[in-house]
Every structure is written in C-alpha cells, then in structure tokens.
RNA sequence: GGGGGUGCGCCGAAGUUGGAGAGACGGGGCAGACUGUAAAUCUGUUGCUUGACAGCUGAGUAGGUUCGAAUCCUACCACCCCCA
C-alpha cells in the first residue's frame, strides 16, 4: 500500500490524498459504503462502480466467517472474486460485533467468544484467528481486532479496555507479518485506537497506536450515542497525534455533517451504515438538508427526488413515487433510497476533496454544514 | 315472500349469566429513531376539547323495561345465509 499527501487545506487540518492499493487507488477523503455480508444492501456491484462511483467498500470478518465461511470464500479465490468487485476492500475485525453483540459474547484475554447471532453455535475470536480469516477474506485493508466500547463506560473499564486491545495488537501484528496474502496480492493492516470519552486515555492509545508504525491507523469506539462535541474532540485529539503522512480512517462516520467535521479535522476515510439503513427506513440526505419520505406532505409531490442528484433514478422519479414505493414496501423503494444517499454521501466526500484542492474547504463547509443541517 | 343470523373505533377482530369501556389484539394512518449492519427494523401515537389534570360524545336508528342497558324487549333500517 502506498499513501501520498496531495494537499493540504490552509485553514483546517484537512487533507486531500492518494491510497493505492492492490486493487486500485483512492482518492481520500473518501467515504466506504458498508457491505457486511459481501453486499452492498439492495445494491448491485455495477451501480456501486457505475453510478455511485464508490471507490472501496466494507466487508465484516465476523458476518463473513460465519456465512459464507472461510472455506466457501477461499475455493472462489477471495471475496473480491467471490462477489465480482474488482475495487478495493477494507474488512472489519468483528471488533464491532464486540460491541454490537455484547449480550451474546464473553470477553477474555485470549480473545472473544461468540455465540452466533444465526444458530447459537460458539465461535473463538483472537487477534490471530481475526489476521487469518481476513487473510483468507483478501481484503485490501484488514483491521486489528479491538474491543469497540459503549458509551458511557466507566474510566476503569474504559483503561482496562485499552490496555486489552493494545495487547491484542500486539499479537495481530505478529500474525500478520508472519503471514502472507492468500491470494498473490498484498494486504495492508490497520491497528484501532481506543479509549472512549477520555483525553488522557485517547493520547495514550494515539501514540501507542503511532509507535507500531503501521501503513495506515484507525479511530475506532466513537459515535456510539456520545454527544458530537465529544465525537470531534476526540477525534481531534487523535489526529493530532497520529502520523500525518498515513492515512487515518475514523470507523463508523457518520452523518454528512459529522463527515465534513472529521474532514476538517484531518480524517481521510470514513464508513457508516448510515446512508443504507436510513435510505430503507425512508430517509434521504441532500445537500439540502434530510426527507423523511414517509411523510404525507410528499404523498402528491411530483417533482424530482432531487434534481441536483448524481443518481439518475433521483433526477428521473418523484417524490410521490419513491414514497409511494417505500409505503408500499417495494424493494424499489429501498434501491432508489439507497442508490440516492450513497450517490450522495460520495458526491460530497468527492466536492470536499476538490475544496481542499483548490484551498477553499473551511468556508466551503461552514456554508454545507448549514444547508445539510435543514429537515425538508 | 318465509326462516335464521349479524350490526360499536379508519378496517378486521376480542369482550357481556345487565353493573363503571374511549375499548385487548392485528392491520392501516400519522410521526420519531437509526452512526466500524442480529435493523426492508424499532418506538410513540391514532373519538373530540385541553399544555396537563380533567371533561365531553359514543355500541345501526327510534322507543321501552330496569336503580343501572353495548348486553333484555318492540319497531324500523342495513348486510349475510338458507328456503321459495
């Protein structure tokens, strides 16, 4: 993996930037669409290229380990051949489901113990487990497996925590440079910083996270249900700390708003489930603010879902159609929503990029923050 | 034409040996939530008035019996079933 500054923002600590991978380049600030299970929900690898232009997407090791399975995955020659996306791919550790699923896992030393979401059947996560099976997944980017904690959560568990996942860093390190890709091509790998809500223990993980030296570096534990200035400060901490020449990736963000503010505060890549899920449960984001397309008021709005979108299906439909469709529980409804909102989400990561090329980002996005802010 | 049955909420549907229904449950409607996806999910609300307390109206229609009726009686109306 290769990373280079191309620019830097003169009034923020934004940065536009360079990611070649062993599937491609990026052009960073990019956003990641979320595709868990090896799919990008209710949309088709052919419009993640074509119309949504994504440059990179998520897979989930946990999700993946557990269907398909390793196996299935390795006889198709990876994931990327797998699901026919020839694009980079970054996968999650399953640090996440320590989090997500934490009523149904036990945390050791050793690793995580599951127990599945789907048959109940038990499964042993450690630091190495996690480098193997995202070895055998080919993921561009793998993470360290890490303990993602809730908010809020005591000082104590919070330290306790930390200390844990940076132990298990240790381990994923090891594993992964005694081993190789399956595939022929090369895998980078990211390691996590922790630390909740907690200056001092946010520092601490930062730097212990910089002093591996790795490729690229993670924020991980943030918008759990923390306030957002808490979201900001942290990450601003972080990124304070962590080296400027190598890409940081802030895990889980976010809304457009928070994107522009991780943007500014010097975050390169971000990913969310965000703009999926909400596109099925009836929410659009435009530069313009959010529809609820559920409402009634759209019930005989025939103007355009947005005219200004990047999405032809946006520009070429109603309002009163897709809400019609998502009322009615159409699939449609959820492709055209979704298709919308990451047509969105990487229309603005992209415009973001062009303002901190051309050296006009912070005002740009004082002006955005303002028009995203709007409930339509 | 004769016989039988049913009739309350936006819809379907509980409940009554006559004793305080704004009335389970489901659907629909309206609104909210969702941040490294156990989520095409979850939550609230859904007669009228009030910010709330509270009050008002309400069991097809009109009468009757009774201390008291959605529940019993009579007539009428509507719908369903059977016979002709």
């Not at 990026?26 to 993640?48: C, D, K, N, S, Y």
């Amino acid at each position: 993996m290769n990373f280079h500054l191309q620019h830097t923002d003169p009034g923020s600590a934004a940065r536009a930037g360079l990611l070649e991978t062993a599937h491609g380049k990026i052009e960073t600030p990019i956003f990641m669409p979320v595709g868990t299970h090896g799919a990008v929900r209710a949309i088709h690898q052919h419009e993640l290229a074509q119309d949504i232009k994504a440059q990179i997407i998520l897979g989930n090791t946990y999700h993946l380990y557990l269907r398909p399975g390793t196996e299935v995955l390795r006889q198709a020659g990876g994931l990327h051949k797998f699901m026919g996306w020839e694009r980079p791919i970054l996968t999650d550790s399953g640090g996440y489901q320590v989090y997500s699923l934490s009523s149904q896992r036990k945390i050791k030393e050793e690793g995580v113990t599951f127990q599945s979401h789907i048959d109940g059947s038990r499964h042993v996560f450690t630091p190495e487990r996690a480098i193997d099976i995202q070895r055998e997944i080919g993921a561009d980017i793998i993470m360290a497996l890490d303990e993602c904690t809730p908010y809020p959560c005591d000082y104590r568990y919070a330290a306790n925590s930390m200390q844990l996942t940076h132990r298990w860093l240790k381990r994923c390190c090891d594993r992964f440079d005694e081993t190789f890709g399956c595939y022929g091509y090369d895998q980078t790998f990211f390691p996590i910083v922790q630390g909740s809500t907690y200056p001092d223990l946010r520092k601490q993980s930062a730097e212990t996270i910089a002093s591996f030296g790795r490729e690229g570096n993670a924020i991980g534990g943030l918008s759990v249900g923390e306030p957002e200035e808490l979201l900001y400060e942290m990450t601003g901490l972080v990124c304070d700390i962590l080296p400027k020449e190598k890409p940081r990736y802030l895990m889980g963000v976010g809304t457009p708003v928070n994107i522009l503010e991780a943007i500014a505060l010097g975050v390169d890549m971000m990913d969310c489930v965000l703009p999926t899920r909400n596109a099925r449960h009836g929410l659009l984001y435009t530069a313009d603010g959010i529809m609820n397309m559920r409402n009634a008021k759209w019930k005989d709005d025939f103007s355009p879902i947005d005219e200004n979108s990047t999405s032809h299906t946006s520009r070429a439909h109603s309002k009163a159609y897709l809400r019609h469709l998502i009322i009615a529980g159409e699939y449609l409804g959820a492709q055209v929503a979704t298709l919308h909102n990451l047509c969105f989400f990487l229309w603005l990561v992209g415009e973001a990029r062009k303002h901190i090329m051309a050296g006009d980002f912070a005002s740009w996005k004082a002006g955005m923050v303002v028009r995203l802010n709007q409930r339509l």
